[in-house]
């Protein structure tokens, strides 16, 4: 499979609002997280600093290799596993105090499946952190995802094994939604020549290079135009609250 796809965060001046994004909900996990913590979609490994001080020991897990591992130093609390999921191969049942999965649910073909394989691996008590893509906020289709959700389809999701799920929502301030709103406008322009809807016609597969780059392209013609736009974007352009129909990702805490 192709791997550095517009869905792998970079450290491209041209992508820091949607790392900077990222990096938030790690922020915000660590706040939570302590014991042994199990990460499901290492990506680019920008979160193990974050996360990693928090936790005895931190398992993380991607279907590619991360690079980021191999400069860990002897003796870290950080093992890096690399496997395909669900099921979670080799790991024993309620073994893990906290497990966080940063937008990874909408990449899964069997979505239940990886839900109660996380409640399984969790401790009675225990937490599942999750971020997603709200789909009232997509601009466009994305071929890389089999689904987006909705606050009340993710919660109904959790909810056949979690008895408690706490539906929070990632805000941006004035700065961030401007950026928004700037990508929305240039989105539009691009899909005005889809006349006949073949994004939502054609297989995803076929969709998804093109995506690729005409999103990259996009995103680094807003950059050139301004900059300012997203050059100085931090952590705190972004917020966590109660998850509504205009936050952009959703945030959730389910508890076993």
Known sequence: MYKETAERVSLDPAENYVLQRSIKAYIEAAEIVNGKVLELGTGSGYGIDIIAPKANEFLTIDKYRCDIVDRLPEGSNVKFIQSTFPPFIGIEDSSFDFVISFQVIEHIEDDTKFVQ????????????????????????RNPWHIREYTIAELFNLLKKFFPTVDTKGVYGDERAMNYYEENKKSVQKIMRFDIFNLQYKLPRQILQIPFDILNRMNRKKLYNANSNLSDNFTPENYFIDTAKDNCIDLFYIATK
């Open 117 to 140: 394989e996380i409640f399984r691996v969790l401790k009675p008590g225990g937490k599942f952190i999750c971020t997603t893509p709200n789909i009232k906020m997509s601009l466009s």
